[in-house]
């Protein structure tokens, strides 16, 4: 597959163009004092679906022919993905089966049935849930919406970087989370075209560190199953397609401790009155833990709010997660 | 005291300008579905200081001569009017003294003491708040910013009103929290002399129905304290200046059970991603309770977003409240 460009989200942005949510720019005096900096949050916690994953699956699925549609599409994920797939394809009339792993967050769970998706279960830990899904789709004729190793897939999330440049053209910092890079691949694709270009750094957990240990070693590095609280940034490597955009266009990779990350969420939560999931609150995790020089002005992708109830009581009560 | 007009709200709007935050009106296809009307939420939740009350509290003491503010101000409050006036004294350069209930939420404890307030305690079930603010008042020379029966604070309140109809101006409906009365006062004088004029509803816990009491008995009844998780709707009888106002233009009283409270405060949150306190969700909880005839275009006061973390664990486990 040819590796997307600027022009290739360009066409994703006019398909999505009433279609998905044009997520708010959020600002906040408390954060701004907290971090130091002139912060921008660009909340696709508010996407439709509850994640800016909504604008790549759509843009997939879309793309599709009425005939491969009517066969069908399947995905896997742990969570956010499923329903960005389940809610795109009921949009556009494709049936959805989804394969999750028996661990994901119920909420998750509940909302891509929701959307009226199948769902296959597996094994996070033993199974392998691309081989699965490729099995499936090989069967019964469905197409592979892929999470994040797509040019259609990296095209639409890319949208994200092109809403908020629009609306703040003059960032000197871009922080987005990574998980497989996908959305980050996406982001700079725009933004190292934009004018003045921002640095834009990926930001993981210390304990899921794959693109971190990648781009040291100069080539994808798989690590073992992690256990994060940032259940969408659970990838084990970088994708085939999105490791060589993010080789060549970020300005690095910051990583958070689990404990940073619930701080995160409780800043979101608490003083700006907003839901962000875990692997969403990573870039103002790295801002509130001062791994950005303050006195920028710093854009910061909220990249959803599926967060699990059960998990955010916890972190309300400010113990380890059930 | 002369009771306020709309020209109050209107001058109230003047001083708030580039002051209070004009918060956004939120939509939710999700909310849409669940009530089967179309709302429209104006969402003070993120309004500085973390709820309408700033508006009030900023108006009345913006009011004040500097003789007066240099010789400070004293409220009393549970939770929010505390903040609000905290963080306006600050801005304005008016010392603040705050009397707080000991079962204050421990959240709006903090948040008032970090606007540079000053706070004494007294026990809500047994000591009179007004009273104790009163006394003083007289004794330090402060000014007291009573927290809704005031010309200044009900005119400031009314502009959540104003803005809310510039932006959707043709609503059948409009809901808004009561306790003491003073946002639906100040909403009243506004919408009242809109056209077309919404139908107003002010929405009270049953545990907390005073204000529907007294419409009922045509004059203000007082209740025993009540206990109810909405916190900031707790004034035991509707206020002198503003209960003249809801038996004039109201259209009615909805009263809701915790339950529904904690439902609406749940779907606020994980489905459309905003932190809402309980009494800040009672419109919510009273459309999803099916109050309201469906296929009407509803506004809603969220009337803040300060929820107790410890509160907000319990809702989410669907737990009682610690």
């Known amino acids: 597959m040819n590796p997307p460009t600027r022009a290739d989200v360009l066409a994703a942005a006019q398909r999505l163009a009433g279609v998905a949510r044009r ?6 005096r408390t954060l701004d004092q907290l971090t130091g900096s002139q912060v921008f949050l660009k909340a696709e916690s508010f ?22 549609r009517a066969a069908g599409v399947v995905a896997f994920s742990s969570g956010n993905h499923a329903q960005a797939v ?4 009921q949009l556009l009339g494709a049936p959805v089966t989804v394969f999750m792993p028996t661990d994901a967050p119920a909420a998750k769970v509940a909302a891509t049935q929701g959307y009226g998706a199948r769902i296959h279960w597996y094994d996070r830990q033993r199974e392998d849930r691309a081989a699965l899904a490729a099995a499936y789709a090989r069967e019964t004729g469905a197409t592979l919406i892929p999470p ?14 092109l809403e908020l440049l629009e609306e703040v053209p003059d960032l000197d910092v871009l922080l987005v989370p990574v998980g497989g890079g996908g959305l980050i691949a996406g982001c700079l694709l725009v933004a190292s075209e934009h004018a003045p270009r921002p640095a834009v750094f990926g930001v993981e957990p210390m304990a899921a560190d794959d693109t971190a240990r990648s ?11 992690p256990e994060t609280i940032a259940d969408g940034l659970r990838p084990t490597e970088p994708g085939e397609l999105t490791f060589p955009i993010l080789q060549r266009f970020a300005a690095g990779i910051l990583t958070v401790s689990e404990e940073a990350i619930r701080e995160a969420v409780r800043v979101l939560l608490l003083r700006l009155k907003v839901l962000v999931e875990p692997s969403g609150a990573v870039g103002v995790a790295a801002l509130l833990a001062g791994l950005v020089p303050a006195g920028q002005r710093v854009g910061v992708v909220l990249s959803g709010g599926n967060a699990d109830p059960l998990h ?8 380890a997660p059930p």
Chains 1, 2 share one sequence.
């Open 86 to 89: 389940a809610l795109a394809g």
């Open 215 to 225: 781009l040291r070693a100069g080539r994808r590095v798989r690590i073992p199953p």
């Open 47 to 68: 996407q439709r679906g509850g994640a800016f994953k909504f604008r790549g699956a759509y843009h997939a699925i879309a793309s599709l022919t009425p005939a491969q």
């Open 23 to 28: 997520t708010p720019v959020l600002t906040s």
């Open 148 to 161: 994040f190793d797509h040019p259609a897939i990296i095209a639409g999330q890319g949208t994200v970087a």
């Open 312 to 319: 955010l009581a916890a972190i309300l009560r400010a113990e």
